[in-house]
Structures are given as structure tokens and as C-alpha cells.
């Protein structure tokens, strides 16, 4: 006597009994590196991460042309094989901040927590509050460069004016109320090796900017 030819439900069925696990384990994998692959692409490490804040968005065209040159200076830190530099824009309105500027305050909070946001171009008005975070600048760039820069409690200087420097006219930057300045290395970093050299270099490109040379 023959057997019934099987229907295809019933082999669909017989295979999922025997090859069930095998499935799951292929899945698992393939939904894995599919998934890993895509964290890859979308959240790629930068190298360094500028940061633009003041009370309205700067075009994105200033990026364009400060990208090249800042690239250039930082190269591949991180040691993935690309040199990524982020640029950051937050706009706040002034200091007193309405409903719909808050995620903005919230976001500029933020940067001084993320260590690769290194480098600032900031309005003066937003430096006040935030002083405490930034490196002193003494000794980077020329006395010169210094005149008429913002100061933290002890007097140090540490953020120079843009305005009428060549270099940050070419990017945008020189604007009566812009200054540069850097993030200092906060008690939880001094031991990265990364956000050293991070420093290192946004002291390189703030000396370019500001001089139109590097160390």
C-alpha cells in the first residue's frame, strides 16, 4: 500500500517540528547582525563634536566651510578608520527661555555631559552660567588673541572673541557676539585616553581658528 502523498501543510508542518530550533538559532543571528549593522551605520562615534550655541540657528553652511579645515586638524581619533566631525546647533532664546526653548536648554546641559562635544562656538550671554566648564586659555594663544575674552570666577580667561579673526570670518564665526572656548576635562575623564587626545586636539583647532595656525 502507498502513502498519501503529503500536502504542503502538512510538510510545512513537519518541518517546523523537526527544524524549530534551528529556525530560532538562524533568526537570533540574523536579526543580530542586521541590528548591529544598523547601530553601526546610525551611530557612528565622531570624533569630536563642535558645538553652536546662541539665540538663533546659524546656517548650515558655516559647518560646510569649517568642516574641511577642522577635519583636517582632528583626523581619525577614535581609530575607526574615518575622521567624523558632528556639529552641534542649539538655538535658545536668551536666558529667558520660553516653553518651546526648554528641550533646547535641556540639550545644551546635555553637551557638557557628553565627552565628545569638546569644542564650543558660543554666544556671550550663554557663557555666564556655564563658565565653570570651560579650560583656561592662557598660554594657547597669544595675548592679543586673549583681549576682550570671557572669564570664569578666578579670572581666567576662557573664551576668546571671533570677531575680526580671518580664519573664523571664512567659517561664519566672526561675529561681535561669538566667542570659542573649550570644555575642560571634567574629575570622570582624566583617565580617557580618547577625551585627552580629544582635548589635545580641540586646542589645535581653537588656536586655528582664533590665529589661523596650529600648535
Not at 11 to 22: C, G, L, T
Not at 88 to 103: F, G, W
Not at 135 to 144: D, F, K, T
Not at 159 to 170: H, S
Request: with cysteine; aromatic share 12%.
Amino acid at each position: 500500500m502507498t502513502e498519501k502523498p503529503q500536502g504542503f501543510r502538512k510538510k510545512i508542518e513537519n518541518f517546523w517540528y523537526h527544524y524549530k530550533i534551528v529556525v530560532f538559532i538562524v533568526l537570533f543571528f540574523a536579526f543580530s547582525a542586521t541590528y548591529l549593522l544598523i547601530d553601526v551605520i546610525q551611530k557612528q562615534n565622531p570624533d569630536m563634536v563642535l558645538a553652536y550655541v546662541s539665540d538663533t540657528y546659524g546656517d548650515e553652511s558655516q559647518f560646510a566651510r569649517a568642516e574641511d579645515a577642522i577635519s583636517a586638524i582632528i583626523g581619525d581619533i577614535n581609530g575607526d578608520g574615518t575622521v567624523k566631525l558632528n556639529y552641534r546647533m542649539m538655538a535658545i532664546r536668551d536666558q529667558n527661555l520660553l516653553s518651546y526653548d526648554v528641550d533646547r536648554e535641556q540639550g545644551f546641559n546635555y553637551s557638557f555631559l557628553d565627552k565628545n562635544v569638546r569644542l564650543y562656538i558660543i554666544k556671550d550671554i550663554f557663557f555666564e552660567d556655564k563658565k565653570l566648564f570651560f579650560e583656561p586659555l592662557e598660554g594657547l594663544v597669544s595675548e592679543e588673541s586673549l583681549a576682550g575674552g570671557l572669564t570664569n570666577e578666578d579670572g581666567e580667561i576662557c573664551a576668546v572673541p571671533l570677531a575680526g579673526k580671518p580664519v573664523a570670518e571664512t567659517m561664519d564665526f566672526s561675529r561681535p557676539e561669538l566667542y570659542v572656548g573649550i570644555k575642560r576635562i571634567m574629575d570622570t575623564e582624566k583617565h580617557d585616553k580618547l577625551v585627552y587626545t580629544q582635548h589635545e586636539k580641540a586646542k589645535e583647532v581653537l588656536k586655528y581658528i582664533v590665529e589661523g595656525e596650529t600648535e
